[in-house]
Nanobody, 117 residues
């Protein structure tokens, strides 16, 4: 079993910053990619950013230039630095760990990010 513990959500004004953390622990076989998804009110869940095992990254077009994903391999932890936040970034952000085909995928419990004045 794998546990994903998220932290760092909260309320911030437009233009502000937040940093999310996701620490993975337990019986991790391998990490193909690890990252963040979000689901806003009335919207479908979407990929925000992920980091692949080799170090490459993928970002949603809406967050490019504002969000940065990074990782600490020794701690099995990924971070999402979110700058210049906008009201449309308001969502529940969930951490995801993908171990590849044939292996279980894991999700965190989700952390609320609210951008409002």
């Amino acid at each position: 079993q794998v546990q994903l513990v998220e932290s760092g959500g909260g309320l911030v004004q437009p233009g502000g910053s937040l940093r999310l953390s996701c620490a993975a622990s337990g019986m991790i076989f391998r990490i193909i990619h690890m990252g963040w998804y979000r689901q806003g009110p009335g919207k479908q869940r979407e990929l925000v950013a992920r980091i692949i095992s080799g170090g490459s990254t993928n970002y949603a077009d809406s967050v490019k230039g504002r969000f940065t994903i990074s990782r600490d391999n020794a701690k099995n932890t990924v971070y999402l630095q979110m700058n210049n936040l906008k009201p449309e970034d308001t969502a529940v952000y969930s951490c995801n760990l993908n171990q590849g085909a044939g292996f279980r995928e894991y999700w965190g419990q989700g952390t609320q990010v609210t951008v409002s004045s």
